[in-house]
């Protein structure tokens, strides 16, 4: 059967089997919306590392951007309630007029 799962790394992570893995990756922590996205995300990274040592090619951009990727995922914590408190601080110090109130944060 033709298919583009080598053709380009969305291909991949679509293709049935892959996709399945990721959906995996989303149920195993239940209703923590956060850590299941971060699951997701981790998934995705190493699904795309593991076609990258078969047949699906990346560009240099590419191969750059999934270490990026791999290495801002990992840093991030498991704790929601942190990574809110952290983003929020940051997001407050380069948007002055940022409200958090506003948005019922």
Do not use: W
């Amino acid at each position: 059967m033709a298919s583009d799962i080598n053709r380009d790394p969305q291909g991949y992570v679509l293709a049935y089997p892959h996709a399945y893995r990721v959906g995996q990756a989303i149920a195993k922590d239940g209703n923590d919306i956060y850590l299941r996205a971060k699951n997701a995300a981790m998934e995705c990274i190493k699904l795309v590392e593991e076609g990258a040592k078969g047949k699906l090619a990346l560009s240099r951009f590419e191969t750059t951007a999934l270490a990026n990727a791999r290495t801002a995922f990992e840093g991030l914590t498991d704790d929601k309630d942190k990574f809110m408190s952290d983003c929020l601080d940051k997001y407050k110090q380069e948007v002055k007029v940022f409200k958090p109130e506003n948005y019922g944060l």
